[in-house]
């Protein structure tokens, strides 16, 4: 489906099959001289055929087009290397560029994220299964790419629209947002989603992804906003409304976390399967591999917030950490 939902501006709908995300919005920008697609949807045929039926409608040179990636999940920037020529220009943050193509397959990678699943009682069996069906490791670029690197305050012009790049990391430790101060437009990625919420991983052993995302998401609270492309669902007004129900929903979060530690300690795979999931499956060993990934993944961010406003301390215990409140 393609939607002109701004003069020369394309929305186009990227199927995701067997993905809980259903579609990504990817966005084409035309104009006399390039091109600009922004974000490009799973490294698929699902995805290819989509954007070649496309680009035909549109009459758009793949050889007159730039890409901008808002961070690296595969849903994103997958099929970016298929696409791209060599007169295009790829346009990234530096924190996510180096996780996007066949780098994200590197051994030293894949050693650190294993450690870290122990840690939290992560199951080595399970973790196993996860990376092998995660669409992530399966749909990922697979050549290396030359990317313009981009940081908060880069500007970048295609036709009548003039974006600044904003530093929002929280959902990526890059992720990067586009907005037209003109137009009072905001090209949001995964930053902020109208229908579903983005989620808030950590498998790294520094950080704070969750504190992250409310500051970023405070940063844009600050901004005039009248239009919202997201790289989910719908596109949307309110996006002042959007972000304090984000903020509230991860104080929800956080909360329950707190009261599933008055039960005593736990490790983060354990608090996971403990907190209430937006899934069809009727209980947490129910859950595919990849699912328990994520939500463990979720559940380490808001751990690892509640620790560092020392709320709860984490001790590591027979190679796992445990977690109880102070």
């Not at 992530?136 to 305050?153: A, C, D, H, T, V």
């Amino acid at each position: 489906m393609i939607e002109e939902v701004l003069p020369y501006m394309f929305r186009l709908e990227v199927p995701l099959p067997n993905n809980p995300l259903k579609a990504i919005n990817s966005y084409i920008i035309k104009s006399k001289d390039r091109n600009l697609i922004i974000d490009t949807g799973m490294n698929r045929e699902e995805c290819m055929a989509v954007f070649q039926s496309s680009l035909k409608e549109l009459d758009v040179n793949l050889g007159d087009t730039d890409f901008f990636i808002t961070h690296m999940h595969a849903d994103h920037s997958g099929l970016v290397s298929e696409l791209a020529t060599d007169s295009s220009g790829v346009y990234c943050s530096l924190p996510d560029s180096v996780l996007i193509g066949p780098v994200i397959s590197g051994a030293d990678w894949y050693s650190d994220m294993s450690k870290v699943a122990g840690l939290s009682g992560f199951p080595e069996s399970e973790f196993q299964e996860a990376v092998l069906k995660h669409p992530g490791f399966k749909y990922s670029s697979r050549k290396p790419l030359e990317f313009n690197i981009l940081k908060g305050g880069d500007t970048i012009s295609i036709g009548d629209y003039h974006f600044t790049c904003l530093e929002t990391p929280g959902h990526t430790d890059g992720h990067l947002c586009l907005y037209d101060s003109d137009k009072k437009l905001l090209m949001s990625g995964d930053h902020i989603l109208q229908d579903i919420t983005p989620n808030i991983s950590m498998w790294s052993r520094v950080g704070n992804p969750l504190k992250d995302f409310i500051n970023s998401l405070d940063m844009i609270y600050g901004l005039e906003v009248d239009l919202v492309l997201p790289g989910h669902r719908r596109v949307f007004n309110d996006c002042k409304g959007r972000i304090e129900e984000l903020k509230l929903h991860h104080q929800t979060r956080a909360q329950e976390v707190l009261t599933i530690l008055e039960e005593g300690a736990a490790n983060v795979y354990q608090v996971a399967s403990r907190m209430t999931w937006d899934l069809t499956y009727r209980s947490w060993d129910l859950f595919p591999a990849p699912q328990k990934w994520f939500a463990t993944g979720e559940a380490r961010a808001h751990l690892r917030y509640l620790e560092e406003d020392s709320l709860i301390k984490g001790e590591l215990v027979n190679g796992n950490i445990l977690y109880s409140l102070i």
